[in-house]
């Protein structure tokens, strides 16, 4: 069987080709990890795989709390977006915790 005109990200099981003994060969990237590629998998589709780049960190917000507890949180973008079995996007956003201390306060529990 034969990738040549379809590579997959990810687990897809509508990706494959007819392989030798009517079995299936698959062309999506999970086929590295079950061992059911097709023979020409890595030269046709991980050449082409392209991972996932994401931008800078923005600023962390402001505490989501005037006062007390709160929460704070910062993102990135996906700059180039994983294709054809490449390395996924990391997390795009983050959280922290964080307290409010804002003058009008009380100091009252």
Not at 64 to 80: E, Y
């Amino acid at each position: 069987g034969s990738c040549r005109h379809r590579c997959c990200p990810g687990r897809n099981n509508a990706c494959w080709a007819p392989g030798a003994r009517r079995a299936r060969c698959y062309c999506d990237s999970y086929c590295q990890r079950t061992g059911d590629c097709c023979q020409d998998y890595l030269a046709t589709c991980r050449r082409a795989a392209v991972g996932c780049a994401v931008g800078p960190w923005g600023p962390w917000s402001g505490c989501s709390s005037r006062c007390g507890v709160g929460s704070r949180a910062r993102s990135r973008q996906v700059t180039v977006p994983p294709r054809h079995g490449g390395d996924p996007c990391p997390d795009l956003k983050q959280r922290r915790g964080c307290l409010g201390q804002h003058p009008s306060c009380g100091t009252a529990k």
